[in-house]
């Protein structure tokens, strides 16, 4: 995992240009630069080490993982070259282009119906398969390094150490399990960083609701693009 790392180059920040709005800098941290073209190249990295450090992972475990794509590529790529083998329980939507990445790093796909019978059935699958499921839902928050590490935050603050504003005002982000946001949160006060965070949420997605009335847990949202924003708030989702 370390000479992976080592051999592996970060992501870019691309400076946006805003010709209309003067003094303001605009900055986009592209997570898609790594070497699997996944965005949870990052967080899978961080589970394999949660997993294998906790002993979770070890030679003939299967890791199994509920996913609608994206982290399953990232799981797959680690999976392969950990040699163990790794299945993706992923809704009937996930499109063919997803699971024709994950089976590049030689991983199975599992479709379930629904994706709300997804977390169930890779419960099962890792109970019945020697696996190892490393909920991303769950753990995601707690498996990053929140000091360092070269963990998203200290990534951007480092590459952002040459600009005319060292610390932004805001740092906007997605939420997915939540493990983005509660790592630059907390890195943000760990380093008593002034900065806002801001949540970017899709109106029909339930973490944005839930900051507004703690009593709201779930929506019956249906989502116009895929990945973004979630109906279930995610034990790893952490509004503090
Ligand atoms: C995964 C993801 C995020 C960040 O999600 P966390 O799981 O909360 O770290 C943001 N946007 C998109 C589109 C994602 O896929």
Not at 18 to 38: F, M, N, Q
Not at 137 to 150: I, L
Not at 169 to 191: P, Q
Request: hydrophobic share 40%.
């Amino acid at each position: 995992m370390e000479a992976e790392a080592a051999r592996s180059a970060d992501t870019h920040v691309l400076r946006v240009p805003l010709p209309g709005l003067r003094g303001i800098d605009l900055y986009v941290k592209d997570e898609s630069a790594h070497s699997t073209g996944s965005l949870k190249h990052r967080l899978a990295r961080s589970l394999f080490l949660y997993g294998l450090c906790n002993g979770w992972i070890a030679p003939h475990i299967t890791i199994v993982e509920a996913s609608s794509g994206s982290t399953a590529v990232s799981k797959a790529y680690f999976a392969q070259m950990l040699g163990l083998p790794f299945v993706a329980v992923v809704p009937a939507s996930t499109t063919a282009e997803k699971i024709a990445e994950i089976a590049r790093y030689g991983g199975h796909s599992h479709m379930v119906a629904q994706s709300s019978e997804v977390y169930a059935e890779t419960a099962q699958t890792a109970a019945t398969s020697n696996g190892q499921y490393m909920d991303q839902f769950t753990y995601a928050e707690r498996a990053t390094d929140w000091r360092g590490n070269n963990n998203i935050a200290q990534s951007i603050f480092d590459q952002l150490s040459l600009e005319r504003y060292l610390v932004p005002t805001w740092i906007v982000v997605g939420a997915g399990a939540g493990g983005t946001s509660a790592t630059i949160g907390r890195y943000l006060r760990y380093r008593s960083y002034s900065v806002r965070l801001c949540l970017a949420d899709p109106e029909a997605s339930v973490f944005h609701r839930h900051l507004a009335d703690p009593s709201t847990t779930a929506t019956n949202a249906v989502f116009l693009v895929e990945r973004i924003g979630r109906g279930r708030l995610e034990p790893s989702f952490l509004p503090s």
